[in-house]
């Protein structure tokens, strides 16, 4: 069982049409460094996707994931959800019967209003902070985070390691660190680098640096990455400053594999 990092870009991606401060002329040539909307996919006996962002066709062709057997979404943010029409086409016309998916009341209350009845083609399990669900030899518990009303986070525990998926969130709530302190794989928003403007509901590089020490966390994956909304960063600066790290702090790119099992 993998986890892939399906995107690790925030919601403008990397590189952006309008911009060419010094990330985006980075990215030039270099397909590797390129950023879509943050999203992961596990896969083994079932594929697992969480979130579905606008790229979600052209990610899950590069990955060559062919199936999709349950949904799990984060929250109704756009650049988390922009891709669900595609979903809607596999569910109805290729599968031919509802999709399994998860999410909390708030973001299925969000989505009706934009995407109409999303129970027309999604076999809809809510779920709550704190509340385990279990696949195939896998659990996923909801986490509570600082982002918008609804949001979740999202622990995965196999027999061999716990790894947590939290794209989109400010500062964590206690009921949240209490699952983290020593996961072997934390996938953190690290939106920022220089100011943050939504200090509520993002984290910058070195917030989620400072979150992953504090937790005793094995391995950090540094994701949602703008690169550029405040101070632009380079993927190479940022490698180099994260270097003295070591294994224990990652910079996540669009492709990365994590075995899960």
């Known amino acids: 069982m993998d986890l892939v990092f399906l995107g690790t870009g925030a919601g403008n991606g990397v590189p952006a049409f309008y911009c060419d401060c010094p990330v985006c002329v980075e990215v030039q040539g270099a397909d590797r460094l390129r950023r879509t909307r943050s999203a ?17 066709s052209s990610q899950l062709l ?19 959800c922009a891709g669900l029409g595609d979903l ?21 209350d969000d989505l009706e209003k934009s995407h109409g009845s999303m129970e027309q083609w999604l076999d809809v399990t809510l779920i709550e902070p704190s509340h385990t669900l279990s696949f195939q030899g896998v659990e996923i518990t909801g986490l509570p985070v600082s982002h918008s009303p609804g949001a979740l986070g999202y622990l995965i525990k196999t027999e061999k ?3 947590a998926y939290i794209p989109d969130t400010g500062p964590l709530p206690e009921s949240c660190r209490s699952y983290l302190r020593g996961v072997d794989n934390l996938l953190l928003d690290a939106t920022f680098y220089g100011q943050n403007m939504y200090p509520q509901q993002h984290l910058t590089v070195h917030d989620a640096i400072r979150t992953a020490r504090e937790l005793g966390v094995k391995r950090l994956y540094l994701t949602h990455l703008s690169m550029h909304y405040s101070e632009p960063v380079t993927s190479e600066a940022l490698e180099d400053e994260i270097a003295p790290y070591g294994d224990s702090v990652n910079l996540a790119y669009d492709g990365l594999r994590i075995r899960l099992a």
């Open 62 to 80: 590069r990955e060559k994931i062919r199936r999709v057997d349950r949904l799990f979404l984060t929250h109704y943010h756009h650049d988390h």
């Open 161 to 163: 390691c716990r790894t």
């Open 40 to 56: 992961v996919a596990i896969t083994g006996a079932e594929n697992y996707l969480i979130d579905a962002p606008p790229e979600l």
């Open 88 to 108: 809607e086409i596999y569910a109805r016309f290729y599968l031919k019967r509802k999709l399994p998916a998860v999410m909390s009341r708030e973001t299925l």
